[in-house]
């Protein structure tokens, strides 16, 4: 899937869009980001059609910040769900980020490669990926055999 640019305004992202930015952009307030001062909201949908979102959680101790993409991750895991079917990220700032190289792997666990994630400002701007353009030729589940 190549990249798509658009600029979209947040009510007009349509029905299953909507619920996605809504949840990432209120996960976004509660972000713990005193030393980055870069709030980011991320929310997924699973296979179930269930919706969970994640924010980031800075630490004193830089490399244990966690991202906003496996905070997601995690509620959906420990909802019991276990694949990601569209994701979606908003950052801090009037442009678009993307997921970091980490987060990029942990989507891959539980998303194929054509998943889109979407990813967003605040105000609504969008650039959407599939997850194998974020990580191309990625190592996954599918490469381990059972023992």
Known sequence: MRRARTATKPGNLGETLKPLFEAA???RTHAHAPYSRFPVGAAL????GGVFAGCNVENASYPLVTCAEAGAISAMVA???KEIVEFLVIGG???VITPCGACRQRLREFARPGVRVHCMTP???RTTFSVGALLPSAFGPEHLTEL
């Open 25 to 27: 952009l209120e996960a």
């Open 93 to 95: 700032a009037d442009k």
């Open 45 to 48: 949908r699973s296979r179930e």
């Open 79 to 81: 909802a019991g769900h």
């Open 123 to 125: 105000q609504g701007e």
